[in-house]
């Protein structure tokens, strides 16, 4: 399997950006796509969550009310709308796959594969 991500870039504060993630490969293996973000000299923080072809959207606690997960099963695509940024998601972010019974969205361990990040940087 594997993840491009795009769309990161500057942005002003209380703007907008939306990532993508194509998925390509063996994406029958995958059973869930994730975001994660990194910003310097932090752990990697778990965004959002969705799976591929069951209900539900997961998202942690720092971007509830102004993320949105989506997913395009037709493209094999995955994207976050960030809106109301702040300077605190200034961050590398990645996408990631998760295949089935790997346990929970938040958790790194529990995808299999990673995209190459995109930077998204937010001015204040």
């Known amino acids: 399997v594997q993840l491009q991500a795009s769309g990161g870039g500057l942005v002003q504060a209380g703007g907008s950006l939306r990532l993508s993630c194509a998925a390509s490969g063996r994406t029958s293996s995958l059973y869930a796509m994730g975001w994660f973000r990194q910003a310097p000299g932090k752990e990697r923080e778990f965004v959002a969550g969705i799976p591929w072809y069951a209900s539900g959207t997961y998202y942690g606690g720092s971007v509830k009310g102004r993320f949105t997960i989506s997913r395009d099963n037709a493209k094999n695509t995955v994207y976050l709308q960030m809106n109301s940024l702040t300077p605190d998601d200034t961050a590398v972010y990645y996408c990631?796959?998760?295949?089935?019974?790997?346990?929970?969205?938040?958790?790194?361990?529990?995808?299999?594969?990673w995209g190459q990040g995109t930077l998204v940087t937010v001015s204040s």
């Open positions: 990631a796959g998760k295949p089935p019974g790997t346990g929970v969205y938040e958790r790194t361990g529990a995808y299999a594969y």
